[in-house]
């Protein structure tokens, strides 16, 4: 299975790598920003994105809604500012930061099932 990290923290993209391998991940694409998010966004099947609202620069959700506006893929927000999503993305499946792998191993079952379901 294919993730689509959006981190501008390097740190925290490898971090939420190898939480995501041992959640049975095997291929990862990464950016730092909005543009490389909406520009890099392989053509390949993408299982989850995983994406900071705020990037330096740039927007993650922005960045999501682009990705998305071509294709339906599971999207987990994992921030330090989960309030901002309320009204920008009242349904987004969200973990606030810092990361703990039981609560992202929950919201990426969410995530799966809420778009294999809607889907």
Do not use: W
């Not at 909005?34 to 993408?46: L, T």
């Amino acid at each position: 299975m294919h993730a689509f990290i959006i981190e501008d923290d390097y740190l925290i993209g490898q971090a939420l790598r190898d939480m995501l391998e041992r959640l049975g991940f095997t291929e990862f694409s990464f950016a730092r920003s909005e543009d490389a998010a909406v520009f890099g966004a392989p053509e390949e099947a993408i299982d989850l994105i995983s994406a900071d609202v705020r990037l330096l620069p740039g927007d993650g959700v922005r960045a999501v809604e682009a990705i998305c506006a071509r294709r339906q893929i599971p999207v987990i927000f994992v921030t330090g500012y989960a309030e901002e999503l309320k009204d920008r993305a009242p349904d987004a499946t969200v973990i606030q930061k810092p990361i703990k792998e039981q609560e992202l191993a929950a919201a990426v079952r969410k995530a799966l099932r809420k778009t294999n379901l809607s889907g």
